[in-house]
């Protein structure tokens, strides 16, 4: 599976994730392994969705309230959130994990940002790398 499999699904109803279940379906691995994705491609469509919205930022700049800088800032959140769930429950050779962990180094990974040279920086930078063994799922 990957994450094209679940990004162009048609809708998913309310009640079909609602469904009352017995717990033993409820806590088998397929359900919540179903159930979880569907959170971590939601959270990292949501960032791929605002990010979209900062690109047209010419055209709605006429609207206010618009900020460049804070939607940025909530769509490195919704990513990140899709990411530390991902690393947290799925394995890591997760085509799906292994696609959010890319995107996120591509469009909100530390060194793309610009660091000005003359300016003195009061920003901490957070370094996120896999670890080895047991908690390889891990980041």
Known sequence: MN???IMQISPVKLEDLCQIRRNEECL???SFLEIISFLIVG???????IRFIIQLKDEIS???GFSVEKKTQESELWHTMSLDIACSFLPSDCPLLNHILL???KHHAPSQTQIPENAALDERTKVIRPLTGIDNSRY
Request: glycine share 6%.
């Open 62 to 64: 006429k609207f206010m």
């Open 103 to 105: 995107s996120y180094q």
């Open 28 to 30: 088998a691995r397929e």
């Open 43 to 49: 959270y990292f469509c949501a960032s791929t969705e």
């Open 3 to 5: 994450i094209g499999n």
